[in-house]
């Protein structure tokens, strides 16, 4: 009865308690460490094993509110909250959902007085919304906001500093995707990598992963196994690293490497690389499902990898479900550039089926989409041409500013030593600098007015070339679909010729855009690639043997497209008649220079030893000869051991 009197006592002033400490105002400093609590929380939630995105979001949303609840607003917690929350690598949300995030997050960040800013916290914000509109496809705006986070990186000294900004103009740089970049992205990321590499993987996983990353794209289409190596690396990070959407990234890019590429001492791709390849992808998409990220581009990615396997092992049906399985993930993600590349690939699919119908029309689909987006790319380079210009002119800047300060230590020890030895030197030294000084910088200015009209003219130029070869493309599909409706065999025969024809002069427009030179073809490489693609279309890869004795050789466009003319003639003409009843056979091509003034050229077989094409009686012949007259030249048949046709061609001082 005592115990229950003393309760009834002492419960109003237990609830006055309660309530006073309810309502107390809490201090900016417990303000501080209950959001930097919620912080660490949500960033808990999005590691594995307990990877959880509402989780991480609920914890988000406490940490965002307790700070807007109470006065004064701390808007620089605020901003460094949203910039975890929209950090493009490790967050869970569509590419939209992220932007509004981070213009949130920015809008915090410039309620801050300039002066009072934090410098670090700036940088990585417009580093990362950056890379957030590139993913976009919202070019001009991303190079605004680097361009900005560069300007703050110059007053970086530190090493650590240093090191990051090398890496984050290396990243994106690569993922620019214009040549110029790539030079530049290459040499960052190296100097980078050996600052990182020096302090372990360990304690800097993700800036590794993020080299690696962007090092193994550079080389996708030049080495093979400089990509398997640096993927190599990534799996070494890998374990030092919780975010799962880090684990699929490396497992879909690591599968479709095994089904593309051989690996390193193989010169094929086996069944048993196949089924690696195939084994990640779908291990990708497993950690993908375990963790519900409905958001991320993997999904699409992998499904399209699987039907590339699908239409390989000719499961078409299976193939087609697992194309549209994939468009309809990037139609999700709002990628639309992806989600048309799938009707590109349904086209082809259908194609081989034998479904006509369905695959003209998925490649309507594709090129007409394909001339929107041309024609968005194009209005899109007009309107960034000089803000990319300012972008590489500011990276030179920096490069100068740093070699400037370099010359200036260097100066300042000579001037040192010239005062102690003699007064009237130092002074005449100084007079020297100065006037040296003058004409680098109007040397400087000549060569940036030099370097921006270089540069315009080489981005047009390639261009052109590359929407002729888009063009020819899309001429000789027509023709390999109205083949596949024509029964006559001739007349099969006549498309199938003049689709090679078309197919020679486009890849002459494709090495050209794709190299470093716009004027001149190199012709082994050229060669290599007709050759190839014609003995594809006549299904002889396997029974010819293709010889190329040759060097390196560039030659002018005028005179390399009648010479991959006159090669489609002649080697359409031996695959036809030289070996009879599907006989295997050597065709040997050779081409060189003579005295700096013949350009020779010796297409040989050993077949059964009769062409008469020299004699002109057929299209074919007689496009050789016009050919050859084009050229200047005299051609010589000689029949032994096979066929052999012997060109000689006066070459022009611009070939």
Known sequence: MNKIILFILL??????FSQNYSTKKLSSAAVLKLSNSYLNKALFFQEIPQYNRDSSARYYDKASKLLQDNSPIQYEQLASIYLHRSNIISCNYRLTGIDSLADIGWSYLTKIPQYKRNSLLEYNFLINWASIKLELGEHKQ?????????TIAED???PELVARNLMNKGVFYE?????EEQKLSLENLSKSLSYYQKIGEAKKPLELFSIYKSISSHYTEQSSDSVYHYLHKI?????YTKNPIIHAWYYVVLGRKLINSPVYGQSIISQKQYDEGKKNIIKALKIIEIYKIKTSSITPYGYGLLADLNLRNKQYDLAISNYKRSKAGYLFLKNRYAAESMSQFLGEAYQEKGNLPNAIMYFKEYFDQSL??????NERGLRENELQLNLLTQEKK???????QIIFIVALLIVLILLVLSYRNYRLKQKSNNQLALLNNDLESKNLLLDKKNAENELLIKEIHHRVKNNLEVVSSLLA???AQIDDPNTKEAITEGQNRVNSIGIVHQKLYQGDNLGTIEMKDYFLSLSESILYSYGKKECIDLKLVMDKLDLAIDTAIPLGLIINELMTNTIKYAFPKGEKGIITIKLEKQNHTILHLEVADNGIGKSDITQGTGFGGQLILLLTQQLNGKIKEIIQNGTTIIFEFKLNESA
């Open 142 to 150: 991303s190079l605004a906001l680097f361009s900005k986070a560069l």
């Open 372 to 377: 929107i987006f041309e024609k968005e790319k």
């Open 175 to 179: 993922r620019y995707h214009l040549d």
């Open 481 to 483: 679909l109205q083949s």
């Open 398 to 404: 920096l490069v100068y500013k740093q070699n400037q």
């Open 156 to 158: 970086f000294n530190s």
């Open 11 to 16: 419960l109003p002033f237990c609830i006055g």
């Open 235 to 239: 799996k070494s990070v890998l374990k």
